[in-house]
């Protein structure tokens, strides 16, 4: 097995091996492992004892921050109130200084009492009830072994533990499905018991032993989930359920919730009664000693475990599912469903064609339900999970103004009071200013705005030296926004090697290289006024070259859109080829006319992207024609910068408008998906999936193959090739289970694009 050990986070720690049910479902007693039969009925002191130990060995070895323990059984209430403390108190004395303990028991109620709750409120010990729904579903399987119904009983211990003195202990309710119960009635009767959770489980079942079908549909428990699903949607979703959660959380890139679903590696590990170590038990459905790993605590530590075949193999995401699976759209949700579920003694066939090989390389017993399930859910949810920036180029915009204020928000934490009175004045000011007008949001939407928080950012964090300073460039934006608003404010501005740089504005000349210090800018009756001390410069038209002041010039012209051509921030060179260091008025001039030339070509071309660029776009960038290749706009930033704004392309200034048009559209698109993976999720990363480009002799990682097709699809109407590359790309995305709801939506919208072209 390749890859890093990976550390167990939760124990089950088995305290009481017999029970006082007689479930006819229970994997211990009624599955193929009867190993139960020979184990001691509780737990030993010397057992408890070791258990602890090796678990705070594991966890200094590992750095755990935090660690759970799953009191277990059998019936774990009927190892007693003493025993149970004494399990408590060795786990706390263990743990204590080297990780939080969260404890948990999961129990079927009949026991429970205030004696015990008293026990749980001491150590904080939470309870999760098993509960099968209303009293007809219950006793269908719940039941004593002289056949008396144990509905009334647990009940009881819900209402007990939903006393407002033990309220905080309840962890919600388990629920085992049988598709002959009413899912509607079922759900019902677990929500009027108002739980803070409910986990439903699929009845452990494997290929040799399926699970029943009552009506003998292949998809029977999705249907009966579904039906649940849309009752539990209708009234508000009141209550977390781990399964439906989960499988949300997957569809938009998220992690699997629960150890049934997904491809994230298992972490737990087994303590019998007698200290023996063993893999997940549900194992025990599938044959005698599954889920034996030789391994006990008194003579084997827990990364000896970690490290057995068995549970390796469960670790190894998308390589440790069958081949069926890997090629599933699916499986990122499903993760080929629950190990044991897909066990096989031997190869065979199933009721639905070839069965697999024997062992455990196999689908899921249920994968035709939890393909079902996950595609119903994905198509009920589909219009609330699909994030509005997919598809909407102004929602898009709103994102990444928002990202850029939550960064602003992020440097004010960061700095926690270090950016002394320079920075807590700009800060109070700028609060001012936005409840007077909207020029900071103009300051903010600046696509280098951000290239400087993300580095002011960093510094605050390290702590280095040079954070407040960085933050002092916070002045200059309010300054701007004052001047933009029209607003009759003085503001204090730093200024460095006697430039002051006013963002979206222009750069006024103070005094030779090298100097700094403090200045003044006020807006004046016409245009501004910069104080240094004695000396004042005045500044009347912000759009004109004049004496010392030069000004972000503008593209608007010939029908081009008025966008900044900005040589000037000091933040700009955020592209992978360095930015100009400042055009002369003869090259600018030049260059302006060529790009509107360029954008003729585009309005011309492709009209409906040339008018997206024109409303999204605020600013191009001169890059130094030494290392800016020809016709390479926009080819992105500076590898591992994080500060790209959207609404900024660097464009070279060599290049006849012919070059120039498609090199801006290239741009655009790479900017356009750069931007929407900043702000939502367009594929899970947690896979190893390499697919075929058209376009490459290798393959690729879907980030790559969905960029490629995203960017052909836009030069489509200039090179057919594009339109035939994209294409076959976007078949070959059709069936990437990496692909989020946010994705998929893409994928739709890019199809289309690319056969109207």
């Known amino acids: 097995m390749t890859g890093p050990l990976v550390p167990f986070r939760e124990i089950v720690l088995k305290v009481h091996s017999r029970c006082d049910l007689a479930c006819d479902h229970c994997y211990i007693y009624e599955h193929a492992d009867q190993s139960w039969r020979t184990r001691p009925k509780a737990i030993s002191d010397e057992a408890i004892s070791r258990t602890a130990l090796r678990l705070a060995e594991h966890a200094t070895t590992h750095a755990l921050p935090s660690v759970s323990v799953i009191l277990h059984g ?65 006793d269908r399987h719940r039941r004593f072994a002289d056949g008396r119904s144990s509905h009334p009983l647990v009940l009881k211990a819900v209402e007990l533990l939903r006393q407002d003195r033990y309220r905080h202990l309840d962890l919600g309710l388990l629920c085992t499905i049988d598709a002959a119960n009413d899912p509607v009635a079922v759900y019902d009767a677990l929500d009027a018991l108002d739980p803070p959770r409910i986990d439903f489980l699929l009845p452990h079942a494997t290929w040799d032993e399926p699970p029943p079908r009552p009506d003998g549909s292949p998809t029977a428990y999705a249907d009966w989930l ?107 949700s499903c993760g080929g469903g629950l190990y044991t579920h897909r066990y096989r003694s031997r190869p065979g066939t199933s009721p639905d064609g070839p069965g697999g090989p024997g062992g455990f390389d196999n689908p899921s017993v249920y994968c035709a339900d939890l393909a079902a399930l996950i595609g119903g859910i994905e198509s009920r949810t589909r219009a609330e999970t699909v994030p509005p920036a997919v598809g909407h180029p102004a929602e898009l915009l709103d994102a990444q103004h928002e990202l850029t204020r939550s960064m602003l928000a ?45 580095e002011a950012i960093a510094a605050a964090r390290d702590g280095r030296p040079e954070a407040p300073g960085l933050a002092r460039r916070v002045q200059a ?15 204090r ?11 979206t504005l222009g750069a006024l000349r103070l005094g030779p290289p090298g100097g700094s210090g403090e200045a003044e800018v006020r807006l004046a ?58 055009l ?86 790479r900017a356009t998906l750069r931007a929407l993976t900043e702000v939502t999720d367009l594929y899970a990363l947690d896979g190893a999936w390499q697919r075929p480009a058209p376009w ?57 694009e690319a056969e109207r072209v």
């Open 226 to 332: 579904l039906a649940v699903f849309d009752r539990w949607d209708a009234r508000g979703r009141p209550m977390p359920v781990r399964l439906f959660d989960s499988v949300l959380s997957t569809l938009t890139g998220g992690p699997s919730l629960t150890e049934s679903l997904g491809l994230a590696p298992t972490d737990l590990v087994v303590v019998e009664t007698d200290g023996t170590l063993e893999q997940v038990d549900s194992l025990k459905s599938a044959y005698e000693g599954a889920a034996a790993t030789g391994f006990d605590v008194f003579a084997h530590s827990l990364d000896e475990v970690a490290a057995h075949p068995g549970v390796r193999s469960r670790q190894l995401g998308l390589a440790g599912v069958s081949e069926e699976c890997r090629r599933c759209p699916v499986v990122r």
């Open 74 to 138: 059998g019936e774990p209430l009927l190892a007693g109130p003493a025993r149970l403390r004494r399990v408590c108190e060795e786990l706390h004395h263990a743990l204590d200084g080297v990780a939080d303990l969260d404890l948990r028991i999961h129990t079927n109620g009949l026991q429970l009492s205030p004696r015990y709750l008293d026990l749980f409120d001491e150590f904080g010990v939470r309870v999760g009830i098993s509960l099968d729904g209303d009293r007809t579903a219950n």
């Open 410 to 454: 992020e440097l004010h934490a960061a700095l926690d009071g270090r950016g002394g009175e320079p920075w807590q004045e700009a800060w109070e000011l700028a609060n001012a200013v936005e409840r007077r007008s909207d020029g900071l949001d103009t300051l903010f939407a600046h696509p280098y705005t951000r290239t400087w928080l993300a």
């Open 477 to 491: 934006y309010v300054a701007a926004a004052v001047l933009r608003g029209g607003l009759d404010t003085p503001v």
């Open 584 to 669: 002369g008025r003869d090259e600018a001039a030049d260059w302006s006319g060529r790009l509107a030339a360029a954008w003729a070509l585009l309005r011309d071309a492709v009209p409906d992207q040339a008018a997206q660029a024109a409303v999204t776009l605020s600013t191009l960038t001169p890059l130094a024609p030494a290392v800016a290749p020809r016709g390479s706009a926009g080819r992105g930033i500076r590898a591992g910068s994080p500060a790209y704004g959207y609404g900024a392309l660097g464009v070279p200034v060599a290049g006849d408008p012919a070059a120039l048009a498609p090199a801006l559209l290239r741009g655009f698109r």
């Open 493 to 503: 501005v730093h200024h460095r090697d006697g430039v002051l740089v006013l963002p």
């Open 696 to 752: 490459r002799e290798r393959p690729v990682p879907v980030s790559e193959l969905l960029a490629g097709a995203h960017e052909r699809v836009g030069l489509a109407a200039y090179d057919r090739r594009h339109r035939d590359h994209a294409l076959r790309a976007l078949d070959t995305l059709q069936d990437a289970a990496e692909l989020t709801v946010g994705g998929k939506s893409l994928l739709t919208t890019l199809r289309a």
């Open 525 to 582: 009756e016409k245009g501004f006024v910069v104080r240094t001390g004695t000396t004042e410069l005045r500044v009347v038209r912000a759009d004109e070259t004049a004496g010392p002041w030069r000004p972000v010039r503008r593209l608007g012209r010939d029908g081009a859109p008025d966008l900044a051509l900005d040589d000037i921030d000091p933040y700009r060179d955020t592209f992978d080829a360095p930015a100009h260091p400042g």
